[in-house]
Every structure is written in structure tokens, then in C-alpha cells.
């Protein structure tokens, strides 16, 4: 089954502590996406990637990493987690640019 | 950026289609618009996408209006299962210069009474 998946689900942790979130995708895609998604806000792509080892930054990049070292991960990471990155978090991935984006269920992460 | 204008909320009945307006009055000739919905707890789901004429799917159909500047989703036959929240997004041609991903708005709530 083509998926796109997150893990974890569900993370509380505290200011400080630096955390990853994994994303994987099994369909060879090419692109693949990071976005928050806060109330009022909607979602926000923070990170971007093209291809193994091309990311970029999407609107709302600071205080986030990412790397895409194989084509099928995605993981992204909070070197120092802070309370305003408290957010439901999505990962996409797409064959091309301006094809259809496959998303994952999404990622609640609490920053305490 | 281009942005779109969609209701905040709708309501319909079930077994009826669906009509979903999108206003896009800024709409670049080279955008493409698309639509995507979230249900509960989860994450987007692609619905259809076009550029200039009208699309069909197994989902839904995308007409388009001559002018590019507004388009409307129809759902033909409205289940208790499209209750979702519906966003239209228009996309511009890829620049390399960053935030090239979907910019979602706050959609329209579609709610199906049964």
C-alpha cells in the first residue's frame, strides 16, 4: 500500500531536548515535504526537498533541520525544542512538482 | 502569492452533490488549482487539481470558470464520509527559490446532514 509514514504519532517533551521526527515514504517519490500545522494558522510548509541531498527552506524553516540522505526518508529534526514549536506536524511527498501530495496522518508534538 | 477566498462553512444533506466555491481573482496564467480535504484527525488528502479546463475524477469534478478566476468543487452524491474541511490552493510554477510547497488557507467546513 502506498503510504506515507510518521512516527511517532504522539511525543511530549521538554524545552532543550533535542528530538527527531521520522518520515518515510515507499511510492519513489522525488519530493517530499515538512509542514506545522497550528489553529488559526493553517499549515506551513517548513522544509522541502527535491531529491537526496537537495533541501530547501519553506516559510517557517528557523529552529528546524532536515536531511535527505536516501529518497525515501525524510526525517526532521529540533536541535532545541522550544514551547512555540508545540504543533501537529505533516510530511508529504510527491512524484513532482505540481503532482498530487501524499501526506502522512501527522505528528503531535507537545514541547513542555 | 496568489491566495483564494473560500466560505468558512457549509452545510448540505445527504445523497445531494455538493457545490464548494473558491474565489481566486489573482490567479496567474500559469497557476494550477488545487483542491485538497482533511478529515478529522488526519492529514490532507489530494482531491483533484487543473489548470484550465474542467477535470473530472472518481472523487469529484473541478470546473474551472474562463477567466481562471474562480473554480468550484462538485462532489456528485454527498456521503456522511466528505465531512471534511476543503481547501483550495493555487500552485505557481516551481522558482528554486523556496517555499514552493501548498500554501493551505482555512478552508471551507463542509458538514453533511444525514
Known amino acids: 500500500e502506498a503510504q506515507v509514514t510518521q512516527n511517532p504519532r504522539y511525543l511530549i517533551t521538554v524545552t532543550g531536548k533535542k528530538l527527531t521526527v521520522t518520515c518515510s515514504q515507499n511510492m519513489n517519490h522525488e519530493y517530499m515535504s515538512w509542514y506545522r500545522q497550528d489553529p488559526g494558522l493553517g499549515l506551513r510548509q517548513i522544509y522541502y526537498?527535491?531529491?537526496?541531498?537537495?533541501?530547501d527552506k519553506g516559510d517557517v524553516p528557523e529552529g528546524y533541520k532536515v536531511s535527505r540522505k536516501e529518497k525515501r526518508n525524510f526525517p526532521l529534526i529540533l536541535e532545541s525544542p522550544s514551547p512555540n514549536q508545540t504543533s501537529l506536524y505533516f510530511c508529504?511527498?510527491?512524484?513532482?512538482?505540481?503532482?498530487?501530495?501524499?501526506f502522512g496522518d501527522g505528528t503531535r508534538l507537545s514541547i513542555l | 502569492d496568489a491566495k483564494t477566498t473560500q466560505p468558512n462553512s457549509m452545510e448540505s444533506n445527504e445523497e445531494e452533490p455538493v457545490h464548494l466555491p473558491c474565489n481566486h481573482s489573482?490567479?496567474?496564467?500559469?497557476?494550477?488549482i488545487h483542491w485538497y480535504r482533511q478529515l478529522p484527525s488526519q492529514g490532507p488528502e489530494y482531491v483533484i487539481h487543473?489548470?484550465?479546463s474542467n477535470v473530472n475524477n472518481r472523487m469529484a469534478s473541478l470546473a474551472i470558470a474562463e477567466d481562471r478566476k474562480s473554480s468550484t468543487l462538485i462532489l456528485h452524491r454527498a456521503t456522511l464520509r466528505d465531512a471534511a474541511v476543503y481547501y483550495c490552493i493555487l500552485q505557481t510554477p516551481y522558482s528554486g527559490g523556496g517555499a514552493d510547497g501548498l500554501t493551505f488557507g482555512k478552508g471551507t467546513h463542509l458538514i453533511i446532514q444525514p
Open positions: 489573482t490567479i496567474s496564467g500559469t497557476d494550477y
Open positions: 487543473g489548470l484550465t
Open positions: 526537498s527535491m531529491n537526496v541531498e537537495v533541501t
Open positions: 508529504a511527498s510527491q512524484q513532482g512538482y505540481n503532482q498530487p501530495q501524499h
